[in-house]
């Protein structure tokens, strides 16, 4: 008999091409996505430990599933993601409710789990198994259809910064063969990707060696670029030191690798940096900017910011916000610093609460100005536009620019998937608005 399950989601992309990964499997099964989450024979929290009170926020939706289930029929509950991961059968003893608890690399495993699963009896797999978790995946197509698809290719972390908890939850860097990604790439090229996203925690570690030749992300930028269905290749979440060479002449030599840079940077003081072990300085930072700069002026930069890292000072602070004023980032990510249970850092002292809020405000402030100037930049002028669905309700059409801002305007279903040029006549901090421009999209309507 055909089932029903639902995949709630928290957390980054890795996340979600995850979660999707997961639908694929347990299709075989007989379970059907839902999105009907009061009607479901599973229900899956994909979580995320990065930040915050990730622990409580999962007890806490869990208790919300409870409530949803009342007077049905239980589903089967399971906890699966980062949280799961740093947490493993700990949650059995604090939430009976939860039936399975299993970790980002062992979703291979998933199948196997529902299909031995019966009630009262708790399942927790939370081993670092990520190659035989690659390898399995390689055999499940990937249903994907989405003009803009990601796909992880490398999982894991060896960098340890000392706030991040991601080589624990994620364990190892673990990058995938080089065919093994291309193969799935041709699947969602032909589902209709026109958009790559190469996902990984340090994407630009990206090394897998075979017959004495090492891969790396620049090969499969260079592979990607030979496909005429693709129009636009990024990549996500990249770590500074890993900017070598190959992959900074990929900017002068590929034509459909978007000029949009998301390098976490963390701060802009140096002092900062080592203590947060991030093993870059501002200096290499901006080094890295300046030859990208030089190789296309179109180029360009967002960042992630930890603000109030333990020890940070007014005058580290302002040397992050000079950084912000000189880079003139774009679509950027602050927080303040959230202890991890386990991390190095977990334990320093944390600067007074106020004080970092005020210094998030200060820092927001000043990339909301800096988003603003570059959206106000594009009125009036024509820009490409990868036309990525239509907005439900309405007969509007929502694609994005090279930048990954969201562009809005009237058009029709035959248009997603192409690139268009649009005109824009409005805009504000987070959406650009206009109308196709006839003249140079003779097909389009
Ligand atoms: N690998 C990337 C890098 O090297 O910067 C970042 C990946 S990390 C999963 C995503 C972002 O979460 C980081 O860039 C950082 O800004 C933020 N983050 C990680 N741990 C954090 C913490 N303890 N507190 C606040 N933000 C954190
Ligand atoms: Fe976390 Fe990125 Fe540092 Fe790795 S390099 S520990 S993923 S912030």
Known sequence: MEKKIFIK?????????????????????????????????????????????????????????????KQKAKPIMIVAGCVAQAENEEMFKREPYIDIVIGPQSYHKINDILKKFVNNQKQEETDFDTVNKFNYFERVENKNSSVSAFITIQEGCDKFCHFCVVPYTRGPECSRPFNQIINEVEKLIENGAKEIVLLGQNVNAYSYMESSKEYRISNLINKLESYSELKRIRYTTSHPRDMTDDLIDCYST????????????????????????????????????????????????????????????????????????????????????????????????????????????????????????????????????????????????????????????????????????????????????????????????
């Open 9 to 69: 989601t928290f957390g980054c992309q890795m996340n979600e091409y995850d979660s999707n990964r997961i639908y694929d499997s347990v299709k075989k099964l007989g379970f059907l996505k839902s999105n009907d989450q009061e009607k479901v024979d599973c229900y899956v929290l994909n979580t995320c430990h990065i930040r915050d009170k990730a622990k409580e926020k999962v007890y806490h939706e869990i208790g919300r599933v409870k409530k949803l289930y």
């Open 254 to 445: 590929s034509k459909k690798l978007m000029p949009f840079v998301h390098l976490p940077i963390q701060s802009g003081s140096n002092k900062i940096l080592k203590l947060m072990n991030r093993k870059h300085t501002v200096e290499t930072y901006i080094d890295i900017y300046e030859r990208l700069k030089k190789i296309n002026s179109a180029i360009e930069f967002s960042s992630d910011f930890i603000i109030s890292y333990p020890g940070e000072s007014e005058d580290d602070f302002n040397d992050t916000l000079d950084l912000v004023k000189k880079i003139r980032f774009i679509n950027s990510f602050s927080f303040i610093f959230s202890p991890r249970p386990g991390t190095k850092a977990a334990n320093l002292n944390l600067i007074d609460k106020e004080i970092s809020k005020e210094r998030l405000l200060k820092i927001q402030e000043h990339l909301s100005k800096n988003q603003l100037r570059m959206n106000e930049s594009l009125i009036n002028k024509s820009i490409d536009v990868l036309v990525e669905n239509k907005i439900d309700g309405q007969s509007k059409l929502f694609g994005r620019n090279m930048y990954m801002n969201s562009v809005i305007f009237n058009g029709e279903i035959k248009n997603i998937g192409k690139e268009l040029k649009i005109k824009i006549d409005k805009v504000n901090k987070n959406s650009l608005f206009g109308e196709i421009e006839k003249k140079n999209n003779k097909r389009a309507a």
